[in-house]
C-alpha cells in the first residue's frame, strides 16, 4: 500500500498580495478553503507548512495540523521538504505540494493526481487544464508543454513550462495548475540541486528539475482553478467560492 502526504506551504510574505493567505473567503482565510479541500480528497494527511505563528494558530484553531518551518525557502518546494523531515510518520511514499492560494481547487483533482502517481512510474508528477485564446498569451498564466494531447487517462511527459513565448501556437499546451506530488526521493533530490538559469529567468520552480533532467508528467483537469496572486483574483474567486 502506497502512503502519500499532502503538504501546504505558505507564508504572509507575498509581495503582490500581503497576507494573503489569511485574506477571508466567505468568512473563511484563504488557506482554510485550501485546507478543508485537501482534507476531502482523503489522499493522505494534511499538513500546513508555514514560518508564521499566525497561521500556524489559525490552521490550529481549524482542527488541522500545522509545521512550524524556517522562514528563509527559496520557494514552497524548499519548504514542503522541511516540513516532510518533521514529520513523525516517515512511511510515505508521496508528497503532494498543493500551493496555498488555490481555494476553488476540486478535490477531484487531488484525488486524481495521487491516483496517477501510484499507477505509473514518475518522480514528479502535476496537472493542467485546457487553455483558452484569451490565456494564451497572458504572462500571469504559466503553461505547460506536453508530448502530445492530453485525454482523460493519459500521463504525459512535461516538455517545457513558460510563461510567454515568442511564436507561440497552442499546440499541446495547457494551463499549468499549482499542485505537484513527488515521491520522497525525487522531493529529497530536488532541494539539494542549485537554482537553474531558466527557473532564476522565468521565475518557475519546475525548471530546476527540468534542467537536471527529472522526469515531470502531466495529467489532465477538467477544471481550472484560479491562483490568487491579485486583489483582482481574490474579487473572481469570491465569486467563485
Do not use: W
Amino acid at each position: 500500500m502506497k502512503n502519500t502526504a499532502i503538504i501546504i506551504p505558505t507564508r504572509l510574505g507575498a509581495k503582490r498580495l500581503p497576507n494573503k493567505p489569511l485574506a477571508k473567503i466567505n468568512n473563511i482565510p484563504m488557506i482554510i478553503h485550501v485546507l478543508n479541500r485537501a482534507k476531502e480528497s482523503n489522499v493522505g494527511e494534511v499538513f500546513v507548512a508555514t514560518p508564521d505563528d499566525e497561521i500556524y494558530d489559525i490552521v490550529k484553531k481549524n482542527g488541522g495540523q500545522a509545521i512550524l518551518t524556517l522562514n528563509d525557502h527559496p520557494n514552497g518546494t524548499s519548504r514542503t521538504f522541511e516540513a516532510f523531515t518533521k514529520l513523525k510518520d516517515k512511511k510515505i511514499d508521496f508528497i503532494i505540494n498543493l500551493q496555498g492560494d488555490l481555494p476553488a481547487i476540486q478535490t477531484q483533482c487531488i484525488k486524481k493526481l495521487s491516483q496517477l502517481m501510484i499507477e505509473n512510474e514518475c518522480q514528479i508528477g502535476t496537472l493542467a487544464s485546457s487553455l483558452n485564446k484569451d490565456e494564451i498569451h497572458d504572462k500571469n498564466i504559466v503553461k505547460v508543454k506536453v508530448e502530445e494531447k492530453l485525454q482523460e487517462d493519459n500521463f504525459l511527459k512535461a516538455i517545457d513550462f513558460f510563461r510567454t513565448k515568442k511564436n507561440l501556437e497552442n499546440k499541446n499546451i495547457y494551463h499549468h495548475i499549482g499542485i505537484y506530488a513527488f515521491t520522497k526521493d525525487a522531493l529529497a533530490q530536488y532541494v539539494k540541486l542549485s537554482r537553474s538559469e531558466l527557473e532564476v529567468e522565468r521565475n518557475l520552480e519546475q525548471m530546476r528539475a527540468m534542467e537536471n533532467n527529472m522526469v515531470i508528467k502531466v495529467g489532465l483537469s477538467h477544471s481550472t482553478p484560479l491562483s490568487v496572486d491579485t486583489e483582482l483574483d481574490l474579487i473572481k474567486v469570491m465569486k467563485q467560492l
